[in-house]
């Protein structure tokens, strides 16, 4: 029998599902090794147990809990499917103000039927057994992910930073240009991706498992900028306290 292999979705705008399906050719690959039983962007759910679930979103609402614990159950493996469901990814930056004061800004008052929290990443309320970075996620990464789970093993993801990356692409340090750059602490294996493209790393995978802070202030330090300006930055993708108004 094949594995079973499930696609769920939360808080988030899909892209990471879409890298997915944007893999093309492996995607039918894929077919003849795994049975996809719910995928809601290409096929109706059959329920039963799962090999492996990868669960894309943030989780806002207690709706939302209840039916990530239900998969939780029925499903050997859990994997959190791109920055929204590891880190809260860009919903991280609704944690900057509490639900009520975003509420209000936004519809101009208290809506009922929109009780939310703090979007919060899959780990705050299920074991994760694996993550897939990135937002959006990067389609070779998740068939390396799913190929480590199908064969039983860990997956492995980057430990160093995305300085390495960035480095051995031969490109000038953005703290040069005077600006804000999350590529000391955040987890290479996008290839630096936006370094390339002239912008800044925002962070999008995440923290390095073992970050280290004293070089990281000195840099900033250097640069003219407070560890202030640096968080205010690392919440572009990831939470860091939840509520705050
Ligand atoms: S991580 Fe990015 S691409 Fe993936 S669902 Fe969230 S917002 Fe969309
Ligand atoms: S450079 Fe930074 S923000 Fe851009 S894709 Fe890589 S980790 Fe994400």
Do not use: W
């Amino acid at each position: 029998m094949k594995p079973r292999i499930g696609f769920f979705d939360f808080t988030g705008c899909e892209g990471c599902q879409l890298s997915v399906l944007n893999l093309e050719s492996e995607f039918l690959e894929l077919l003849e090794l795994v049975e996809f039983v719910e995928f809601r962007e290409v096929i109706t759910g059959n329920g039963g147990a799962l090999d492996i679930a990868f669960v894309e979103g943030s989780i806002c609402r207690d709706d939302e809990v209840v039916r990530l614990r239900t998969i939780r159950e029925r499903s050997r493996n859990l994997v959190a499917l791109g920055a929204c469901a590891d880190t809260a990814g860009v919903n991280a930056l609704a944690t900057a103000s509490s639900p009520e004061a975003l509420r209000q800004k936004i519809y101009g008052c208290e809506t009922p039927l929109l009780k939310t929290f703090p979007p919060s990443p899959l780990s705050d309320f299920v074991d994760v057994d694996a993550r897939i970075p990135g937002c959006p996620i990067d389609g070779r990464e998740f068939l390396a992910v799913l190929q480590a789970l199908l064969m039983g093993r860990p997956p492995e993801l980057p430990a160093y930073s995305l300085c390495v990356e960035c480095k051995l692409a031969e490109l000038p340090c953005t703290f040069e240009h005077g600006e804000i750059c999350l590529g000391p602490v955040t987890r290479a294996g996008c290839d630096a991706l936006c370094l390339r493209g002239g912008d800044r790393c925002r962070g999008c995978r995440g923290l390095i498992d073992a970050p280290r802070s004293a070089p990281y202030r000195k840099i900033l330090e250097q640069n003219g900028l407070s560890v202030d300006e640096i968080l205010r930055e690392f919440r572009t993708f990831n939470v860091i306290d939840k509520g705050r108004s």
